[in-house]
């Protein structure tokens, strides 16, 4: 995709003649430059090398001097000005077109077409346990008080019970499935969890023979020796929540007192180790440790060596968040990330390594149409946040038709159509290869509507194509 192939001389040749000579279109006759125009999927960015061009649906691209960028933003009527194997160059990796020359309109519709046709795969299954928590974190989006119209504040082993036999029914006989604990501080809840996981394991025919993988998002300051000892035996993998040392920790990840979790978190961890344990890290990345991130990065090298690093932006899912980041801001924390820890998973890195393979994203989050999220009342919805508000849902465990639902509902059609190759105000971003749709939950929280673009990871997502497309262009 990146390298330019060689181009034949008499190609080339056969490609220009009878257009021009010399040095501009015009030097011959402008008229036949009219049979050509820009592809509707350009993009072109002025930088101080000079001018790159990318199409963002066929993702390639092309590094031109400064001259390029104002020719390409005056349009069609001015290609003539193009030096001749520049022009060529141009068509010849799709950014200019014949004017007859569909076919890149008929590759976006036939993605289109072929979107239509998904179905829910679904893969994951979140149990919200309660949503109640011990730490009162400054950048929490979630209300550790929930209000009295919560009918069942904590998820009782019944209602887990059948969410698994539910998730066996909705899960295709093909292996990897994962259930995720999830809260606010799901430890709070562990009996049920204890007992849920018992039966799980016990009943590998549900899914076919292969029980699923079990991950517990938890902050681990209620971790102890028998949790740990329990984790061993039924393999369970916990994603703890760590932002940094201890003065970047204790300073907004702090219990009801007050007082700062990082010791306990500590110890949890070391324990953890002492019993073979290998654990996740989940970093909450926002306006209070982005300006420090190379410290933080530089704490889980030297602490958890083994350990996966999870990256989570803070968003302002109950409305505006101080804590919350730009997209700009985000970008650049990913870069200090790519750039001290290359390896670790960011949006950055993935897009990246979309871009290498010549890959597209379809849809940014598991949400649009691989898991399910059950809450302690039994609500079910593709999204931990929204069904608990009641926003977005498919149903209750108790409805009859609740796997009917999820398959092929209205609602399950609507989130299929919230790719960005289904929104016309997504047709001529350079990210809509890479994008995916963004947080569909975070743009009802802003606008009001989960059809509503976020605008914090449109913007981020833009930097990220134009850093990456430049990187390769000036290679």
């Known amino acids: 995709m990146h390298p330019i192939k060689k181009i034949a001389k008499s190609e080339k040749e056969n490609f220009l003649h009878g257009f021009y000579s010399g040095n501009t279109c015009a030097d011959l006759n402008p008229q036949p430059m009219s049979r050509f125009r820009l592809?509707?999927?350009?993009?072109f960015w002025r930088i101080d090398e000079g001018t790159v061009v990318f199409n963002s649906l066929k993702r390639t691209f092309f590094l031109g001097d400064s001259s390029l960028f104002k020719i390409l933003s005056l349009g069609n009527d001015f290609l003539y000005k193009l030096n001749p194997e520049v022009f060529y160059r141009l068509f010849y990796l799709g950014l200019?077109?014949?004017?007859?020359?569909?076919?890149q309109l008929r590759q976006y519709n036939l993605l289109r077409e072929n979107g239509i046709f998904f179905k829910n795969d679904i893969k994951v299954m979140y149990l919200l346990m309660n949503h109640t928590c011990n730490l009162r974190c400054s950048y929490c989006v979630f209300n550790p008080n929930p209000p009295e119209t919560f009918a069942n504040p904590s998820m009782t082993f019944d209602t887990a019970k059948k969410s698994?036999?539910?998730?066996?029914?909705?899960?295709k006989g093909d292996g990897g499935a994962e259930i995720i604990f999830y809260g606010g501080e799901p430890l709070l809840s562990w009996p049920v969890i204890?007992?849920?996981?018992?039966?799980?394991?016990a009943s590998p025919h549900l899914f076919g023979g292969k029980s699923p993988e079990i991950e517990v998002f938890t902050n681990a300051t209620l971790i102890n020796d028998v949790m740990a000892d329990f984790f061993v035996k039924f393999a369970l993998h916990p994603v703890i929540s760590i932002d940094g040392d201890a003065d970047i920790h204790n300073l907004h990840r702090t219990d009801i007192n007050g007082c700062g979790s990082f010791e306990a978190v500590f110890t949890a961890c070391n324990l953890?180790?002492?019993?073979?344990?290998?654990?996740?890290?989940?970093c909450t990345v926002g306006r209070h440790n982005s300006k420090n991130i190379e410290r933080v990065l530089a704490f889980f090298k030297n602490n958890f060596p083994g350990s996966p690093i999870r990256f989570y932006a803070v968003k302002g899912?109950?409305?505006?968040?101080?804590?919350?980041?730009s997209g700009r801001e985000?970008?650049?924390?990913?870069?200090?990330?790519?750039?001290?820890?290359?390896?670790?998973?960011?949006?950055?890195?993935?897009?990246?390594?979309?871009?290498?393979?010549?890959?597209?994203?379809?849809?940014a989050c598991d949400g649009f149409r691989n898991q399910i999220a059950v809450m302690p009342s039994g609500i079910v919805g593709p999204c931990v946040n929204l069904a608990e508000d009641l926003q977005f849902y498919w149903g209750s465990l108790a409805d009859v038709d609740i796997e009917e639902r999820i398959n092929c509902s209205a609602e399950t059609k609507k989130l299929m159509h919230l790719s960005p190759f289904y929104r016309t105000e997504c047709?001529?971003?350079?990210?809509?290869?890479?994008?995916?749709?963004?947080c569909f939950h975070s743009a009802f929280v802003k606008r009001g509507d989960i059809s509503s673009l976020d605008g914090h990871k449109c913007d981020e997502m833009r930097e990220i194509v134009k850093y990456i497309v430049v990187r390769e262009a000036l290679k």
């Open 96 to 103: 200019i077109l014949h004017e007859k020359d569909d076919s």
């Open 317 to 325: 899912l109950s409305g505006e968040n101080s804590y919350e980041l």
């Open 39 to 43: 592809s509707p999927f350009l993009c």
């Open 194 to 201: 204890e007992e849920t996981v018992r039966y799980l394991r």
């Open 164 to 171: 698994v036999e539910l998730f066996s029914r909705l899960v």
């Open 427 to 438: 047709f001529s971003c350079p990210a809509i290869s890479f994008c995916g749709g963004a």
């Open 330 to 363: 985000l970008f650049d924390v990913y870069r200090e990330i790519e750039k001290n820890a290359p390896d670790l998973s960011t949006p950055l890195t993935d897009s990246a390594g979309m871009f290498s393979e010549n890959r597209c994203s379809w849809f």
């Open 272 to 282: 953890l180790k002492a019993k073979g344990i290998v654990f996740s890290i989940g």
